[in-house]
């Protein structure tokens, strides 16, 4: 084929490829809107208009003349709430724990919780306009606040019986026609523990598939990125969640993170630009991460308590463990309680698993004795192999059936004890904090001897590896929690009793 018999079948081709293009593909617009973005989708933040534009994260304050800062203090069920017109902000939150002889603090001072801002100029001193609600009651606080081109409106509404804080943002423009509308920031800080854990971690979190993800905080790309019109955004640390959790009448465009020179984090809810007057609602929950606080929000937030795939298992572990509390009035002996019930409950499992690994010991005696019988006639050997399998069984599947039953529980309740609230503070005879290590390193220690306590066979390898399995326990042990030390105390007291008695 020569040239020109190409250029029919390529123009052809050509004008087909741009036909299909023009007629099929989706039209996209080169700038970015909310319409056009699922909520919790990540961006990297480029140099164009609209929500695809550059983050903003520092804040210009108006000039305004000098006024007395105002404190208010609201206590609900849940905690105590302190307010201050300084910038209308949540200025500190603590709640009581531990049968309320704790108290736990989760904001740190010198960071504004609910701050708004403007593009420039943003109003720092606002006024106290109205405190509504009685004990028992949702309470309520109004604040507002001139700008250039009108009036903002905050309140606030507290939840006497949940962690749920809600925030509703007023614009009243003082014109009907705004040439320089507004475009409003809220700032929502990391939670802090205070008393302050040992292994505490902070994560970023936004709703990803209608379910939650945790954003890894150590890569700095998540800072130079954004999130459209997220439903749910902010920070959780292992037993604290400060976060939106529903916007209402879409006021949130995109969210982003942020980090001051003293590596504090804050979450920025940037709003579009409001070009009219108008009222927006927003919910944010703002407590622990226990599960009967966070169903009582947003049943989302469960995904938090970081209990894995065998999250059903586990919730109903942490639901025995606490009613036993209830019961006891303390969590260390609920734990060992809890501990001799598993134990109980699986008993059978264990001895029928221990009866087939001894049939099963047997058998393989057997099959040698087989072996050195016949061998020097395989065809006996097959025979007599197939007579004794006939008979007994394959040797050891059986025995490890009750191990695969037992041992999502095990680990479902290993997971409670490295992650829930309900231990932290918890005390236990000589140790303050259940969470924490044991001071003294008692239950290491014990744990240690327990395993050594535990009879096995007299050979002299065995013998060795149990001496190093114990040290090497007892060493792990100084390092984890003393209700998690505590649980695997219990259960190498128990295997030892029990292997003690079935050889008697």
């Not at 293009?21 to 933040?45: C, I, N, P």
């Not at 006497?160 to 014109?175: F, K, M, P, R, W």
């Not at 969640?241 to 809810?269: C, P, W």
């Not at 992650?419 to 932290?424: G, P, S």
Request: charged share 20%.
């Amino acid at each position: 084929m020569n040239i020109k018999e190409w250029i029919l079948p390529l123009s052809f081709a050509i004008v087909m490829t741009y036909a299909m293009q023009y007629f099929f593909e989706s039209k996209t617009d080169s700038k970015l809107s909310v319409q056009q973005v699922t909520s919790g989708a990540g961006f990297f933040a480029p140099t164009i208009e609209d929500i695809n534009k550059p983050l903003h994260t520092t804040v210009q304050y108006g000039q305004e003349k000098d006024q007395d800062i105002v404190v208010t203090t609201i206590k609900t069920s849940c905690g105590s709430y302190v307010f201050s017109n300084q910038g209308a902000i949540l200025q500190s939150f603590s709640f009581p724990w531990q049968k309320d002889s704790q108290t736990i603090d989760t904001l740190d001072a010198h960071e504004n919780c609910f701050f708004i801002a403007f593009a420039d100029h943003s109003p720092k001193m606002y006024t106290l306009k109205e405190v509504t609600g009685q004990e028992g009651q949702d309470r309520t606080l109004e604040y507002s606040a001139e700008f250039e081109h009108g009036i903002i409106t905050k309140i606030f509404t507290l939840h006497h019986d949940s962690y749920q804080v809600d925030l509703d943002v007023s614009i009243a423009y003082h014109h009907k026609h705004v040439s320089n509308p507004v475009q409003l920031r809220v700032f929502i800080p990391q939670p802090v523990m205070t008393p302050a854990i040992a292994w505490d971690k902070i994560a970023g979190l936004v709703n990803e598939n209608k379910g939650l993800a945790a954003l890894d905080l150590s890569k700095k790309d998540n800072f130079s990125r954004y999130w459209a019109a997220p439903s749910c955004f902010g920070y959780e640390s292992r037993f604290l969640v400060h976060a939106l959790i529903k916007d209402e009448n879409n006021f949130v465009q995109r969210g982003y993170l942020t980090k001051n020179s003293d590596d504090f984090m804050s979450s920025i809810l940037e709003s579009r630009v409001l070009r009219e007057s108008g009222s927006w609602k927003m919910k944010f929950f703002m407590g622990p991460k226990t599960a009967q606080a966070v169903k009582a929000v947003d049943a989302r937030l469960l995904k938090t308590l970081n209990f894995g795939w065998l999250a059903p298992i586990a919730h109903g572990m942490l639901f025995i463990l606490q009613y036993l509390y209830e019961q006891l009035g303390n969590y260390g002996w609920a734990i060992i309680l809890l501990t001799l019930l598993l134990k109980l409950l699986m008993l059978p499992f264990t001895l029928y698993g221990e009866k087939n690994m001894r049939k099963g010991a047997e058998m393989q005696q057997k099959l040698a004795y087989l072996q050195r019988k016949y061998k020097d006639s395989p065809e006996m050997l097959e025979q007599a192999r197939a007579e004794l399998i006939r008979k007994h069984g394959v040797p050891g599947l059986a025995g490890c059936l009750p191990l695969l039953l037992t041992l999502p529980i095990l680990i479902s309740l290993n997971t409670v004890l490295s992650n829930a609230i309900e231990l932290y503070g918890a005390p236990f005879l000589w140790i303050k904090n259940l969470y924490a290590v044991d001071p003294y390193y008692i239950l290491p220690v014990l744990t240690g001897l327990a395993m050594l306590a535990t009879p096995m066979d007299n050979d002299p390898k065995k013998s060795l590896m149990r001496y190093a399995m114990a040290l090497m326990m007892a060493t792990i042990s100084c390092y984890l929690s003393a209700g998690l030390v505590l649980f695997i105390l219990m259960n190498s007291v128990v295997a030892a009793l029990q292997t003690q008695l079935q050889k008697r």
